[in-house]
């Protein structure tokens, strides 16, 4: 799987966007592009993926670069409880009868902080 | 829905012991997965299964394993325990052949 650099620390004020950046210049052309969140003591959870286009569901938004060598993803209004570490991954999604499997790896994140 | 549930929530245990975890999935998801969370290595993938199979394996020694069940749910084991063994262990189960997948609460088990 192909290896993705964010920034270690961010910040962003309650209800603006907060843009969090994320790298993966070597990504082959079937890896998909996955984020998520943990907040702490808690679980991953998941946000969003895509392959090559602009994604948007209820959480965020996932820009992918049309060159896909780097994306971000948008909280259009960030609130306090945004604050987590998110994770970038890049993957390849091997799927088989409804299910995906093969492993998630994960880098250190960022650390996003909402402020009031 | 209900989500994915790790019992126990935690546990403290000697080292030199072994113990089991165990996982529920999202009912209909197939692919369990286990990954140790610490916080000088953070999140690394243990392994995963899949109908039953093991399909991948993380960089772990022999000391853990683990088994999926027909029904999907999975447990995992690690037998003599040390000190090092002391983490967050969360299970996974995915959705959708390209989709992500939905963790548990965890098992945060202390070696002492």
């Known amino acids: 799987d192909a290896k993705t650099t964010q920034p270690t620390s961010m910040d962003c004020a309650e209800g603006r966007a907060a843009n969090l950046p994320c790298n993966h210049s070597t990504i082959s052309g079937n890896e998909y592009v996955y984020w998520y969140r943990q907040i702490h003591s808690q679980g991953p959870q998941y946000i969003i993926h895509g392959l090559k286009n602009n994604e948007t569901n209820e959480m965020a938004s996932l820009i992918i670069t049309e060159d896909r060598k780097s994306s971000t993803l948008i909280l259009p209004h960030a609130t306090l409880r945004d604050t987590a570490v998110y994770y970038c991954?890049?993957?390849?999604?091997?799927?088989?009868?409804?299910?995906?499997?093969?492993?998630?790896?994960f880098g250190q994140g960022t650390i996003l902080t909402v402020h009031p | 829905k209900a989500g994915v549930t790790q019992t126990p929530r935690y546990l403290i245990k000697t080292r030199g012991q072994q113990v089991t975890l165990s996982c529920s999935p999202i009912s209909g998801h197939r692919s369990v997965s286990w990954y140790q969370q610490t916080p000088g290595q953070g999140l690394q993938f243990l392994f995963e299964?899949?109908?039953?199979?093991?399909?991948n394996k993380g960089n772990f020694p022999g000391r853990f394993s683990g088994r999926q069940f027909s029904n999907s749910r999975s447990e995992m084991n690690v037998s003599t325990l040390e000190l090092g063994d002391s983490a967050l262990y969360l299970c996974a189960s995915s959705f959708g052949e390209t989709g992500g997948y939905t963790f548990g609460s965890g098992t945060r088990l202390t070696v002492v």
């Open positions: 991954i890049v993957r390849v999604a091997t799927g088989a009868g409804g299910t995906s499997y093969g492993k998630l790896t």
């Open positions: 299964y899949f109908s039953e199979t093991q399909r």
